[in-house]
């Protein structure tokens, strides 16, 4: 029998469900160091709630992924937007730290859902390269709610205390699952018979021996790795090694994050017509080259914090060429199992970046040297995946 035509979702509905996950993720930071007296702890324990988090997101969308291909991609999107609702209110009546950092770990499970199947939805309704397109407007989105969710969640909490920071980001999923329930129709016509634990894995496994799943997967996670270590030492670069003021290294922040989005603007106006590889190449080689010429002007002595912001700008510049565009490779190589593909690389993207940024806090000294080095790395390491990935099958 013929199947319906699929109603497209808006860009608006798309941006939401994939911008939940990060918002709830920024908005509560720089209430962290207050909460620690709120809750008359330690600040160890409430970065306790960050740290669950970023396991929330990775164990999330390990699952979401593979159960949108075999039951379709709303239900399972609705079920998470349920949990992370469920999660907020929780953490909004927590009376201890333990409970906030429970619901934390519920809100994270329920907003990595969207960033999963977000990146599902579109390349059900669009090809290769239209992917690439739609993905560069969405992930540019994505990039805004958090740092508008990160200003907001700082002013909620000097005014009001955390429970407003909890509050907010309860009614913005309450209205995402409104939005959602309205305008959010079915996009997977071509579901899996059936899925089970070991069907999961095989799936997982099958993808993981294709080269070019490879490629994109380890690219992407590599380049996100690369920003998480930038954000992980900038702070302590700017405030730190440099003595400028946080909201002084806040306006440098901007600068970096508005080179991530003019990026993506960019590759969403020419990558149908370049071509998703070509784009990431493109990326890649840009970030790597803005790399190599930080770590030559710190060796030569010709550096300052001028210089490390305006560099790690432009190799945010070259990941918003190769991200939105790796991202539709990895949905592209198999889309019969496109949740699976979305899912396993955002797994390995969150969890790769977790990790460097974990070490670049422990490594950060008197010296920028740790974020540079470890941020060329990383970028060499992209550029490479990227060239391993390209000598596979053409999709």
Same mark, same amino acid.
Not at 157 to 173: A, F, H, N, P, T
Not at 181 to 186: D, F, T
Not at 304 to 331: D, E, K, T
């Given at each position: 029998m013929r199947q319906p035509p699929v109603r497209r979702p808006s860009l608006l509905v798309l941006v939401m469900i994939s911008s939940i996950g990060p918002l709830a993720l920024q908005v509560l930071v720089p209430a962290m160091p207050g909460l620690a007296s709120d809750f008359h702890t330690d600040f160890s324990v409430t970065q306790m709630s960050l740290s669950v988090y970023l396991v929330g997101m990775v164990a999330g969308q390990l699952v979401y992924g593979p159960l949108s291909d075999r039951f379709g991609r709303r239900p399972v999107l609705m079920a998470g937007l349920v949990v992370y609702v469920g999660g907020s209110l929780f953490c909004l009546v927590a009376w201890d730290i333990v409970p906030l950092i429970i619901g934390r770990a519920f809100q994270a499970l329920g907003g990595s859902a969207g960033i999963v199947l977000a990146r599902a939805i579109i390349r059900d309704i669009h090809d290769r390269e239209g992917s690439a397109q739609m993905l560069a407007y969405v992930t540019a989105g994505m990039i805004l709610?958090?740092?508008?969710?990160?200003?907001?969640?700082?002013?909620? &909490?000097?005014?009001?205390?955390?429970?407003?920071?909890?509050?907010? +980001? $309860? =009614?913005? @999923?309450?209205?995402? *699952? /409104?939005?959602?329930?309205?305008?959010?129709?079915?996009?997977?016509?071509?579901?899996?018979?059936r899925t089970s634990f070991p069907d999961m894995v095989?799936?997982?496994?099958?993808?993981?021996?294709?080269?070019?799943?490879?490629?994109?997967?380890?690219?992407?996670?590599?380049?996100?790795?690369?920003?998480?270590?930038?954000?992980?030492?900038?702070?302590?670069?700017?405030?730190?090694? &440099?003595?400028?003021?946080?909201?002084?290294?806040?306006?440098?922040? +901007? $600068? =970096?994050? @508005?080179?991530?989005? *003019? /990026?993506?603007?960019?590759?969403?106006?020419?990558s149908r017509r370049v071509g998703i590889d070509r784009m990431i190449t493109i990326g890649t080689v840009a970030s790597s080259t803005a790399a190599l010429v930080m770590m030559a002007l710190f060796?030569?002595?010709?550096?300052?914090?001028?210089?490390?912001?305006?560099?790690?700008?432009?190799?945010?510049?070259?990941?918003?060429?190769?991200?939105?565009?790796?991202?539709?490779?990895?949905?592209?190589?198999?889309?019969?199992?496109?949740?699976?593909?979305? @899912?396993?690389?955002?797994?390995?993207?969150?969890?790769?970046?977790?990790?460097?940024?974990?070490?670049?806090?422990?490594?950060?000294?008197?010296?920028?040297?740790?974020?540079?080095?470890?941020?060329?790395v990383l970028a060499l390491l992209a550029l490479i995946a990227h060239l391993h990935g390209t000598r596979g099958d053409v999709p």
């Open positions: 709610a958090p740092m508008i969710g990160a200003i907001a969640g700082g002013y909620l &909490y000097e005014w009001y205390g955390w429970q407003s920071v909890m509050l907010l +980001v $309860l =009614v913005i @999923g309450v209205l995402v *699952t /409104g939005a959602c329930i309205v305008a959010l129709s079915e996009t997977n016509t071509r579901r899996a018979s095989r799936d997982c496994a099958r993808l993981l021996r294709k080269r070019r799943f490879q490629g994109y997967a380890l690219q992407v996670a590599f380049t996100t790795a690369t920003f998480f270590t930038f954000l992980g030492g900038a702070s302590a670069v700017a405030v730190v090694i &440099y003595g400028r003021s946080p909201s002084e290294y806040a306006l440098w922040f +901007v $600068l =970096v994050s @508005g080179s991530y989005m *003019t /990026g993506n603007f960019i590759s969403g106006r020419i060796v030569s002595g010709w550096f300052g914090l001028v210089h490390f912001f305006v560099l790690a700008g432009m190799m945010s510049l070259g990941n918003g060429f190769s991200m939105p565009n790796g991202f539709a490779g990895i949905v592209s190589v198999d889309p019969g199992r496109a949740g699976t593909a979305s @899912g396993l690389s955002g797994a390995l993207q969150m969890g790769l970046g977790a990790i460097a940024m974990t070490v670049v806090g422990h490594t950060m000294a008197e010296s920028p040297m740790p974020v540079i080095v470890i941020m060329l």
